[in-house]
T-cell receptor, first 113, second 115 residues
Framework: ELKVEQNPLFLSMQEGKNYTIYCNYSTTSDRLYWYRQDPGKSLESLFVLLSNGAVKQEGRLMASLDTKARLSTLHITAAVHDLSATYFCAVDSSGGATNKLIFGTGTLLAVQP | EAQVTQNPRYLITVTGKKLTVTCSQNMNHEYMSWYRQDPGLGLRQIYYSMNVEVTDKGDVPEGYKVSRKEKRNFPLILESPSPNQTSLYFC??????????????FGAGTRLSVL
């Protein structure tokens, strides 16, 4: 059974600092997604990582995938308050053949001024 | 505007009273899913569909039914709701091919309370 673990579950950081959120998964997959959820809102797709070594960047966020280690990271550079949200990773172990996704429990990020 | 529309957004009901949460997408997507979100558990997939008349169970299908008679609609049916189905529900869709095939679009959510 595929398990997806994120850590930390809660992250409080100051503006201007850097930090990394980790997403570990338990079975082979080369398809990993990152989503953002603002309080009381729906989920927004951030990154799609489709192969070992994939790296995607958007603004102050950068995501990478290491399929051998079964690990994805979401790196935050010089955090700003607008990045405060809950971040989820999700894994598809079917190679995209189905629509079955397993989500991590989420990381609540609070960026303090 | 491309969107996934869920209705209702909020619902309070009583144990055992059948209900349906509707989901409709206007993007001609093949894939659709239902998730529930509970504190500390993240999102868990209830059912998913890969096309019309093709559905399969996710991780927590017990107590739920779905149907996919038309491509745009994917209703979630609770035949006999129980309090442990109190949750925030999301519908999502994505295309089956093309450059955007891995981008999943989520509805705004339905907050359900079963008393």
């Amino acid at each position: 059974e595929l398990k997806v673990e994120q850590n930390p579950l809660f992250l409080s950081m100051q503006e201007g600092k850097n930090y990394t959120i980790y997403c570990n998964y338990s079975t082979t997959s080369d398809r990993l997604y990152w989503y953002r959820q603002d309080p009381g809102k729906s989920l927004e797709s951030l990154f799609v990582l489709l192969s070992n070594g994939a790296v995607k960047q958007e603004g102050r966020l950068m995501a990478s995938l290491d399929t051998k280690a079964r690990l994805s990271t979401l790196h935050i550079t010089a955090a700003v308050h607008d990045l405060s949200a809950t971040y989820f990773c999700a894994v598809d172990s079917s190679g995209g053949a189905t629509n079955k996704l397993i989500f991590g429990t989420g990381t609540l990020l609070a960026v303090q001024p | 505007e491309a969107q996934v529309t869920q209705n209702p957004r909020y619902l309070i009901t009583v144990t055992g009273k059948k209900l349906t949460v509707t989901c409709s997408q206007n993007m001609n997507h093949e894939y659709m899913s239902w998730y529930r979100q509970d504190p500390g558990l993240g999102l868990r997939q209830i059912y998913y569909s890969m096309n019309v008349e093709v559905t399969d169970k996710g991780d927590v299908p017990e107590g739920y039914k779905v149907s996919r008679k038309e491509k745009r609609n994917f209703p979630l049916i609770l035949e006999s709701p129980s309090p442990n189905q109190t949750s925030l529900y999301f519908c999502a869709s994505r295309p089956g091919q093309g450059l955007a095939k891995n981008i999943q679009y989520f509805g705004a959510g339905t907050r359900l309370s079963v008393l």
